[in-house]
């Protein structure tokens, strides 16, 4: 079976490009990408609609249980109610990354 390279951005990716720009330390840096992300968390589950002006809006979404099929087995399965974030990006940001395009 073939590995996955994957290059995704992680916390500590962010956090070391914060301390390398802004100046302040590794941790501290770290500490404000978690505090961040947990504020943003607990206003989502609030209030159900987060909006960050020229980035995107994510929404919280309920959705409810349903019957399944697994495809390989034909077994079916009931699929639990749950929550889902959706994100929808802002034209700002669709247009500073279409700019970035190379053609």
């Not at 390279?5 to 962010?14: G, H, M």
């Amino acid at each position: 079976m073939a590995t996955i390279n994957r290059d995704n951005t992680k916390k500590k990716d962010i956090a070391k490009n914060i301390f390398l720009n802004v100046g302040i330390p590794f941790f501290y840096a770290s500490k404000i990408i978690d505090d961040l992300i947990n504020v943003l968390i607990s206003n989502l589950f609030l209030n159900k609609l987060l909006k960050i002006k020229n980035f995107g809006t994510f929404k919280l979404q309920k959705k409810n249980k349903r019957m399944g099929r697994n495809p390989k087995n034909k077994k079916s399965y009931e699929i639990l109610e749950r929550n889902t974030v959706s994100f929808k990006s802002a034209k700002e940001l669709k247009k500073r990354i279409n700019n970035n395009v190379k053609k």
